[in-house]
């Protein structure tokens, strides 16, 4: 066996960092591989691969048509995409796009126990279809503008907010309703610990933006069958959408808090202002006993009482909504508390969505979009949620008509 380079040393350091699997096995993995690979020499990402199967006990390696087994004899793409799965766990399945000589490749595949299978799809020269216009996707789907905050609105990325759109359904299109859409180079709050982002909802600024890096993973992952591939950043988007559909009251709520805290804060500084002023004058009265200047001080309490009092009021408006704003985004929406029940985050079919509620939700919904197959392979039951009257009826706010789930 030839030794690794360093490089590839560190990727077998990396892949063993991945993280835990559900205890029942299955789950899909979400997190973008390394790109290091796909530059490898032959005989390095032949090393790297028996090595790191050696190292995960797994013992067949198999074409899911062919049957054949004979890890050397595997297409240089399907080596790196069982390199990829390998720096798993069991039970998890990886869907890859491998981009050689010009053209990409899909592969996916599983980990069954001490058994890797993999499927290869047939090579595609392009990632994205062709879009429409900003005007007739905002027509369409009834959200806001495209804006350029950074980086350029052009045919893929317009085809990939199109695509993860197009998946949602009139109800869930609600959440999304007005919404603008910006295009940036990268994340300009740096809230990503771990990888680097793809697209985000940004409630504080009610808007969902959509970054270089992720036209860059759209060449290692997709979603969907073999025979349709999705772009990675289409679910990336839709977990977004996701977020947007499932905090829609919140995000209602936050721009009543919004209001009343600007109401508040409007008075409050009329307030100060005026009670400084008094209490120079006041303090010029106290020296000079000017009876002009008493009488004005006079007529002016009343004024500032009044203040005060609608300071009170603008409080006990402003209040309420700032605590259900805080209790909505600390213990989950109705949406994502509701699949929580049926699905305990810690259990979300991926490695992100075990981190929160929200990020659960996020994620299922987007495999339940783009790819029901794994989602219901990785939480079996799920997608039939999804369908079911009770997300329907969450989705509709209280008192309005019901939509198409």
């Not at 000017?290 to 007529?299: P, T």
């Not at 002016?300 to 009044?306: G, I, N, S, Y």
């Not at 992100?352 to 299922?364: I, K, M, P, Q, V």
């Amino acid at each position: 066996m030839n030794r690794l380079s360093t490089a590839a040393a560190a990727l077998v350091l990396t892949l063993l960092a991945a993280g835990p699997a559900r205890a029942d096995g299955a789950y899909f993995e979400g997190n973008d591989p390394n790109p290091a690979p796909l530059k490898y020499s032959e005989d390095v990402l032949l090393a790297t691969l028996t090595q790191q199967l050696a190292r995960q006990k797994v013992a067949t390696v198999k074409n899911l048509v062919t049957g054949a087994t004979d890890v050397a004899k595997l297409s240089r793409a399907e080596k790196v995409a069982v390199l990829y799965l390998a720096g798993s766990k069991p039970g998890a399945e990886f869907n890859l796009m491998i981009e050689e000589n010009g053209q990409y490749l899909p592969v996916k595949t599983w980990w069954d126990g001490d058994t890797i299978t993999f499927k290869t799809g047939a090579p595609r020269k392009a990632l994205y279809g062709k879009a429409s216009s900003k005007e007739e996707i905002q027509k369409k789907y009834g959200i806001g503008p495209f804006v350029d905050s950074g980086a350029r609105w052009d045919n893929d990325s317009l085809f990939i907010v199109e695509t993860a759109l197009a998946t949602l359904s009139p109800a869930e299109l609600e959440g999304v309703a007005g919404l603008p859409f910006h295009r940036m180079v990268k994340d300009p709050s740096n809230k990503v610990v771990v990888g680097v982002a793809i697209a985000m909802y940004v409630p504080e600024k009610s808007q969902i933006e959509l970054y270089d890096f992720g036209i860059d993973a759209d060449k290692r992952r997709f979603l969907g069958p073999l025979e349709k591939p999705v772009p990675t950043s289409v679910a990336s988007v839709v977990h977004e959408c996701g977020h947007a559909i499932s905090r829609k009251g919140t995000r209602d709520t936050r721009l009543k808090a919004v209001e009343a805290k600007k109401e508040y804060d409007e008075i409050n500084a009329r307030l100060i202002a005026g009670k400084k002023t008094y209490d120079e004058d006041k303090a010029t009265y106290a020296r000079t006993k000017d009876a002009a200047l008493g009488k004005a001080l006079s007529e002016r309490v009343p004024a500032l009482k009044q203040l005060i009092a609608d300071l009170a009021v603008a409080k006990k408006r402003f209040e309420p909504l700032a605590a259900q704003m805080t209790a909505d985004e600390s213990k989950g929406s109705g949406l994502e508390r509701a699949l929580d029940a049926k699905l305990p985050f810690k259990s979300s079919p991926t490695i992100y969505g075990r981190t929160s509620l929200a990020e659960s939700f996020a994620e299922c919904l987007s495999l339940h979009k783009l790819d029901r197959a794994a989602l219901d392979r990785a939480a079996p039951g799920i997608s039939a949620w999804f369908e079911s009257p009770e997300y329907a009826a969450l989705l509709q706010p209280a008192g309005s008509a019901p939509l198409q789930p």
